[in-house]
Structures are given as C-alpha cells and as structure tokens.
C-alpha cells in the first residue's frame, strides 16, 4: 500500500498523481501535505476567476432585450398609486401615499375631490360618493410615502383632503424617431406593444418632434426614439419626457440581437399586407 493510499489527503486528481510519483521517490510527509494545499488554493483561484468571468459576462448582458422588454419597462413608470393632500406649502403640495412605489420626477397625477353620497336606488343603501376632478399635478420629488407635487392646470384651488391617484383614462404618448432612419419597423412594433398593454394610448408623431409637439397633439407624454446598428446588433435609445413640462423621467438603452431584429421584420411586413387588404 502506498503513502498515498494511506494518508488520503489529495481529492483533486490531479494532485493525485503528484502524491504518488513523489511518494515513490520518497519526499517527506511535511512536503506532501504543502504541496496538496498549494495545488487545492490553485483550484479555489481558478475556480473563484471562472465564477467572477461569468458573472462579468451577464452583467454586460443585461441591456439586451426586445420590444416587448422596452414596453414593459415602460409601464413600471406609472403604477398605481393612491393618496391624499395632506398640506399646501409655498406652491407645492404635499401628499401621503396609501399605495404606489418607485415614482419618477415629471410623473402626471390626477387630483380628485369627494362630492356628494350616492345610494342604492331600491335600497337606499349608502355605496359611496361621487368624485369631481380638480386638476392635474406633477410629481417634483418622491420619498416614500410621501411626495411633493405642483399643479399645472387645476380648475379649482387644490385642499387638504383631495385624493391623489393616476389619471383614470389611458396614457396618451406621442412616440417619434429622433432622426431619420431605415429602421422604421422598430417605432411600429413599439407603438403596438404599448397599445397592447390596455394602458397606453400611443399617437405617431412626425420625424424630430418634441415635447411641445406631442403636447400640441393632445398628449401627455413624449416618446423619443433613436436607433444605431452595432455590428449584428441594434441599438435602441429611449426617453420619456412630460409633454406638458418638458422633465424627463426615463432615458433608457436596449440592444436588439439580429435574429430578433428579423423576426421584428416579419411582423412589421404582416402588419402592413393586413393595412393594405383593409383599404382595398
């Protein structure tokens, strides 16, 4: 039986082999258990650097994506939310959340004001109060759960007590490119993973419009969109802006792979043969 054999101290096959051929060639005991140890830290350090390239690797990964992706990231800038002005202060309002996270500067907000009871009419049974809209407010600074907001276009003096909450109507978002591009398939899938989401409603502006243009269209936000080819990639730029005040409150970048780049096509062409057969 060898000292190998013995001892069992070296796991890592290769170090199984040092341990035999030094054995034979009769080096001390103390030299076999250093040299076992260096070889397992060496294992460790490999291992550690491996781990530490993969995760690198994934990190760089993240920014890419689909439409799909850019539509729902989207959507996380406006959630629901619920609360109630709790002080008036130099200009600005003050209010505390009962729901809602995550808000961004430049955000529309719908004040509300409690009316009159309304009641079951065979019962007469109370079953709550009817609202009237005051006006709308913009989200300067968010907190949680409180949050300071100004008012943009209230039709009467905002209280203490009015309920706070996002507009009950679909988000209207005037969507452009940036630039002038070939790669105009990108704006239309866009423009129909936000409708498909129930909560948009998504109007094509021209070329190189603004904010002031999306506001003079009748909407609440503005869309920019701006794409560059990398290689065998596609480079998507977003920012959404307030239409009303011209404050950002996303700036976002995605990277298309091709593959999904030509499926985009494919839809994009489908969606286009589906228009013309309604025309003609």
């Known amino acids: 039986m060898t000292f190998f054999e013995q001892e069992h101290i070296l796991p890592n096959p290769l170090a199984s082999v040092v341990a035999i051929f030094f054995s034979k060639s009769g080096y001390h005991k103390r030299k076999m258990k250093r040299l076992a140890y260096s070889l397992k830290l060496a294992s460790f350090t490999l291992l550690l650097t491996l781990f530490l390239s993969i995760s690198q690797l994934s990190a760089a990964q993240r920014e ?109 978002v005037g969507i452009a490119m940036e630039s002038e591009t070939a790669n105009t398939f990108l704006i239309n899938q866009l423009s129909f993973s936000l409708q498909n989401t129930g909560r948009f409603q998504v109007r094509r502006l021209p070329t190189g419009s603004t904010e002031k243009t999306a506001f003079e269209a009748g909407n609440d936000y503005h869309l920019g969109l701006s794409v560059s080819q990398e290689e065998q990639q596609l480079r998507v730029n977003l920012r959404l802006r307030n239409a009303t005040t011209g404050k950002e409150l996303a700036q976002m970048a995605l990277t298309i792979r091709q593959s999904e780049e030509s499926g985009l096509i494919l839809e994009n062409l489908q969606h286009q043969l589906f228009e013309q057969r309604l025309k003609k």
């Open 64 to 172: 890419e994506g689909s439409i799909d992706d850019l539509s729902r990231a989207l959507m996380t800038y406006f959630p629901k939310i619920s609360g109630k002005v709790t002080a008036l202060n130099a200009g600005k309002i003050e209010i505390d959340l009962e729901t809602g996270q995550g808000l961004a500067p430049g955000l529309l907000l719908s004040v509300f004001r409690k009316g009159a009871r309304f009641h079951h009419p065979v019962t007469s049974v109370p079953m709550g109060h009817f609202e009237g809209e005051v006006g709308h407010i913009e989200v300067l600074q968010f907190e949680s759960p409180r949050l300071s907001a100004k008012s943009l276009d209230a039709t009467e003096e905002i209280k203490v007590g009015d309920l706070v909450r996002l507009p009950s109507t679909k988000i209207t």
